[in-house]
């Protein structure tokens, strides 16, 4: 299934973005979804995933500034970013895990990404 990301841009630090990711079909009713991102110069970074049980985990780095959720077809994930900071700057992108379970790796669908800038 395809993963669409949208909702990045720059922002100053102390702002606030959403991104979302529209996927075809209610495939987070099967599989677990996961948001990441990757810096320039660094290797790509787990952020947080839902299962379809509707359980959610972070990252401690996203703890108590992002909120992952999803729709209620299970269709569309959103990241709900708030106070953030130049070094949140980064790709920003969407997966598919193989199977329903919440974790950091298995993730053999991706979305193309979306840029967010932070600057100070």
């Known amino acids: 299934g395809q993963l669409v990301e949208s909702g990045g841009g720059s922002v100053q630090s102390g702002g606030s973005l959403r991104l979302s990711c529209a996927a075809s079909g209610n495939i987070g009713s099967v599989f677990s979804m996961g948001w990441f991102r990757q810096a320039p110069g660094k290797e790509r970074e787990w952020i947080s995933c839902i299962a379809p049980d509707g359980r959610i985990k972070y990252a401690d780095s996203a703890k108590g500034r992002f909120t992952l959720s999803q729709d209620s077809a299970k269709s569309t994930l959103y990241l709900q970013m708030a106070t953030l900071k130049p070094e949140d700057t980064a790709i920003y992108s969407c997966?598919?895990?193989?199977?329903?379970?919440?974790?950091?790796?298995?993730?053999?669908?991706w979305g193309q990404g979306t840029q967010v800038t932070v600057s100070s």
């Open positions: 997966a598919r895990n193989r199977g329903p379970y919440c974790s950091h790796w298995q993730y053999p669908t």
